[in-house]
């Protein structure tokens, strides 16, 4: 009987992880659908607000640089001290900033609602990021790959929120908008009391376990991060020339309507989704630093043909870089926590701050760039970027950062 009784606790508490699991990527789903609705809403803010290219690379900044900012703080200080209270916090912030959204009549306004967005995603990725690992188990890459892949189906979903609820009614749709910040609240009150339930058990386990131990010189530890920040570098300021400007450039060079020219973002996002979930499993078989290497260095060929293809097959491009592309963060971040065991929430506060924090950065070089020469030469020059992934050649093996022989 108490063998049976085990078995069953034990299940149950397995059940509930898995639904923590799920939660968090269903959170994380809806927070990026609303921050990725920013840059997607760009021609809605353009038309209704008459902004140049280099304001709204300033837009994409604020909103970048406010989520990338204070990640590694929060990472940080909650690695010493988990804040469950944080994951409804975050989804407070991004609730205020859709209502600034839909009522900002200036530019200044359009940056402070934007800004709010930023703080509130913030504060959501270092703590739903250790929810994951906390559920992960030993499938770790897995585990981090379905909470990166709520994020990826919710920058999915954001042209067709912009398609269906803001073109038709301007910029004040944004409010419609907000609901999903109020059931990201919902949902994030219930993750914070597994939360806080695992927080507490897990203090008593480490009262009695050993300290987490590392196994390189701070030296190498640098070396290695600064590759996979470059990896990032080139990622994500690629992914800002897609995401913030490759919809004007379709309706430039294709002569669309806006609505025609999303379908090539959506299905840039929706192989990102397929690539991110195909990820985490491929590099928990065959190693994390293929998997890195392919993410990246792979998405070049498409990426050069991009700009000389006609539109029919730019869609099929967008979905293959989509789905190349996106397959690796979620695994590098799993890489970087394996280099620093006992800082999960550092590790992952960084990453993702300095995902937002370089294509923030990328967005205001690029609307720049466009204004300045014109948006098809710096689409072009964007095309080489991935061929920088090369690099990930230099990274160490997984079997020397796991510690195995």
Request: charged content about 10%.
């Amino acid at each position: 009987m108490n063998t049976m009784s085990t078995s069953m606790a034990v299940q149950q508490s397995a059940k509930r992880t898995s639904v923590m699991l799920l939660g968090v990527s269903f959170a994380h789903l809806l927070n990026d659908a609303m921050q990725a609705a920013v840059p997607a809403g760009f021609p809605v803010f353009r038309q209704s607000l008459d902004l140049s290219f280099a304001q709204i690379g300033w837009v994409a900044f604020t909103l970048n640089i406010t989520a990338s900012i204070l990640q590694p703080l929060i990472g940080r200080y909650t690695d010493r001290k988990p804040m469950p209270l944080l994951l409804p916090l975050g989804m407070l912030f991004t609730l205020l900033g859709m209502v600034g959204l839909a009522f900002a009549s200036s530019f200044m306004l359009l940056l402070g609602a934007v800004a709010l967005v930023g703080v509130g995603s913030s504060i959501l990725h270092p703590e739903s990021s250790r929810v994951a690992h906390m559920a992960a188990g030993r499938s770790k890459g897995l585990a981090q790959s379905i909470f990166q892949i709520g994020g990826n189906t919710g920058q999915t979903l954001a042209p067709l929120l912009i398609a269906f609820f803001i073109v038709p009614r301007g910029q004040g749709g944004f409010i419609w908008l907000a609901t999903l910040a109020v059931i990201g609240i919902v949902v994030q009150l219930a993750i914070g009391k597994w939360y806080k339930r695992q927080v507490a058990a897990r203090e008593r386990k480490d009262r009695t376990a050993p300290t987490a131990e590392r196994r390189f010189s701070n030296r190498y530890v640098t070396f290695v991060f600064a590759v996979l920040i470059l990896l990032l570098f080139s990622k994500f300021v690629y992914l800002a020339s897609m995401t913030g400007y490759y919809v004007f450039y379709a309706m430039e060079r294709f002569g669309l309507s806006l609505e025609q020219a999303q379908v090539c973002l959506f299905v840039l996002q929706f192989g990102g989704m397929v690539g991110t979930l195909l990820g985490g499993p491929l590099a928990d078989r065959f190693g994390r630093k293929p998997v890195i290497w392919l993410s990246i260095f792979g998405t070049a060929p498409f990426s050069l043909l991009l700009p000389y293809a006609g539109h029919a097959w730019a869609i099929v491009l967008c979905a293959c870089i989509g789905l190349i592309l996106m397959s690796g963060f979620s695994v590098i971040i799993v890489y970087a926590q394996e280099m620093l065991p006992g800082h999960v929430g550092t590790v992952a506060g960084l990453f993702f701050g300095l995902s937002f924090g370089l294509g923030g950065i990328g967005s205001v070089a690029l609307g720049w760039a466009a204004d300045a020469v014109s948006i098809s030469t710096m689409m072009h020059v964007c095309a080489w970027l991935p061929l920088l992934g090369a690099i990930a050649f230099l990274l160490p093996k997984d079997k020397s950062i796991m510690g195995r022989a």
